[in-house]
């Protein structure tokens, strides 16, 4: 069984702010949400956390095994480094989707994503220690086969975006619909999936369907570990196993 905890993570009032007093050169913003992203990639990261940056206002992180004091500390870090603060909420369930549900329900319940009032809020309790198991987060890294050799090398960058970018939008909403599976792009033709205990054949069937859909020929490496780091890491060994015997679907304890 999964046991996912994941942190939703918000700038506050970043409406307002991008606008205030006037529109702020769009150059600065993504230099900004760039930034951020990559500090708290490390901050989360150094704790053996992953952080997605999904739509950069907003970023989910994978969070197990990092109690409310070390979120304590990253949000207090940010505030001190940058001109906007950030919001956490941690949730815990037993699929990723659950997990973002209750951190989003706590969030808004705590006041607007646009309300000047509502400020480094740290709200939800993590997993208590004595719950934690090795099994508690699964990993699976997806990766387009032969991204080089079919797109990269032969289209022009545009249209390879395309391709890459569609079979990202059916795998994360396939994912999401029929598994409770977060997905993230993460660059060049790479996408993880926050997953609960999904088989083989249910990985399978993922890659099958974004095949139909879009045309695009994916393999996955999974792991699982107690956290993200141990997790993503095995999933990658997973995948190169994948590249090695030609398989599209390895799990890295297998
Ligand atoms: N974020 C991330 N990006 C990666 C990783 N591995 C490769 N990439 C990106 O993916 C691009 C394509 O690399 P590969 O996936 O190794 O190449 P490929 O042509 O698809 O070949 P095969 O995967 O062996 O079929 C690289 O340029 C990187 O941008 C990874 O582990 N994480």
Not at 178 to 191: A, C, E, K
Not at 203 to 226: C, F, N, Q, T, W
Request: negative net charge; glycine residues 8%.
């Amino acid at each position: 069984m999964t046991n996912t905890q994941l942190t939703l993570i918000q700038i506050d009032n970043y409406g307002p702010w991008t606008v205030t007093p006037e529109p702020r050169r769009e150059v600065d913003l993504q230099t900004l949400q760039s930034r951020l992203y990559a500090d708290l990639s490390q901050l989360f990261g150094n704790r053996d956390g992953y952080v997605f940056f999904s739509r950069f206002d907003n970023m989910v992180a994978v969070t197990n095994g990092i109690d409310t004091d070390a979120h304590a500390l990253i949000q207090e870090s940010i505030g001190n480094r940058y001109p906007v603060t950030v919001s956490l909420s941690i949730g815990t369930g037993e699929t990723p989707a659950t997990a973002i549900e209750t951190a989003s329900e706590q969030l808004q319940a705590a006041g607007s994503a646009q309300a000047s009032d509502r400020q480094e809020i740290l709200r939800g309790e993590p997993i208590v220690e004595s719950d934690r198991t090795d099994e508690d987060v699964r990993i699976a890294h997806f990766d387009v086969n032969d991204a080089t050799g079919k797109y990269t090398d032969r289209l022009n960058e545009f249209d390879t975006f395309i391709n890459i970018e569609q079979s990202y939008a059916e795998l994360m909403r396939y994912l999401r619909e029929t598994h409770d599976s977060l997905s993230f792009f993460v660059g060049g033709d790479n996408i993880i999936s926050v997953c609960p205990d999904l088989d083989a054949e249910q990985y399978h069937d993922a890659i099958e369907h974004v095949s139909e859909a879009v045309g695009v020929e994916l393999k996955v490496g999974v792991g699982r570990a107690a956290n993200a780091q141990s997790a993503g890491m095995a999933a990658k060994h997973a995948l190169e196993t994948c590249r090695y015997d030609g398989r599209d679907v390895v799990f890295g304890d297998q």
